[in-house]
């Protein structure tokens, strides 16, 4: 009984992930900033080394669905604000 209800927890646990595709990508400060949009306005950024290379047209990224919209010259805008500071 113990072992099912340890594998439900973990199954209702679990975070959705949803297929995020590559909106935008920005270069700064030896850094590449990936900017994704999802289903349902779900927004993720990743940040990775200027020496990886080109950010993946797809990503998995954390499902958070109807998260405030936003406008992508914006966000690209705050960021570059933040690389100049």
Do not use: H, W
């Not at 209800?5 to 920005?26: D, E, H, P």
């Amino acid at each position: 009984m113990l072992v099912v209800m340890y594998l439900f927890v973990g199954i209702v646990s679990a975070k959705k992930i949803t297929t995020c595709r590559l909106a935008s990508q920005i270069l700064g400060n030896n850094q590449r900033v990936c900017v994704y949009s999802g289903a349902n306005n779900t927004q993720y950024r990743e940040y990775i080394p200027y020496d990886a290379g080109e950010c993946p047209r797809e990503y998995q990224c954390p499902y958070r669905p109807n998260e405030k919209p936003f406008d992508i010259k914006s966000v690209v805008r705050s960021i570059k604000e933040q690389f100049t500071k």
